[in-house]
């Protein structure tokens, strides 16, 4: 089976598995999901002056919503298309959903039509970590929170200009935090 066939069998299997599971945009957070920085255990807290790596698994989950722990400590995966920020386009910051480090500006957002919020560029160079992932029989880059370590999803080289890059990051790894606030 040559690339090209091999590449439709996949998309058609993965197809007629969305469309069996279900799988849409619900719109809203799993519940107990917070989308903001008020809404979670951030609120209150100075994320700055907080030892994040020093944190305990067991402080990881106690503190963090189960599907936030399960992506984020866990490296899980959420199911595509039901993510609460998938269609957020508000002006402002996309920041770890653990710790509350910038990772992401509104500005570099854009629809990849693959069901995770994507995009192209990260807010700062120290935004991120990338180390190798062979998971799953397949080489990746995984992106990590570049402050707690958190999973937050994959760097894959399909993006648009300027960068050619696609940060395709799970919904509950990432709070909104709207220019302003």
């Known amino acids: ?84 920020l998938l269609k957020e386009a508000g002006a402002g910051d996309f920041v770890c959903s653990s710790c509350g480090h910038r990772l992401f500006r509104s500005e570099t957002k854009f629809k990849s039509g693959t069901g995770w919020p994507s995009f192209y560029a990260p807010a700062s160079k120290d935004a991120l970590r990338e180390i190798v992932d062979k998971s799953h029989g397949m080489v990746r880059t995984e992106v990590r929170c570049g402050r707690c370590d958190a999973h937050l999803g994959h760097v894959f080289p399909d993006g648009p200009e300027p960068t050619g890059l696609r940060y395709c990051i799970n919904s509950v790894c990432l709070l909104h935090t709207p220019d302003g606030e």
């Open 1 to 84: 089976m040559n690339r090209t066939s091999l590449i439709s069998v996949l998309l058609v299997a993965v197809l007629g598995l969305v469309a069996l599971l279900g799988l849409r945009d619900a719109g809203a957070a799993p519940a107990g999901v917070p989308t903001t920085v008020a809404a979670s255990h951030l609120a209150g807290v100075d994320a700055d002056k907080v030892d994040w790596k020093g944190k305990s698994a067991a402080w990881w989950k106690e503190s963090l919503p189960e599907p936030v722990h399960s992506v984020c400590r866990e490296s899980g995966t959420e199911r595509p298309f039901t993510g609460a």
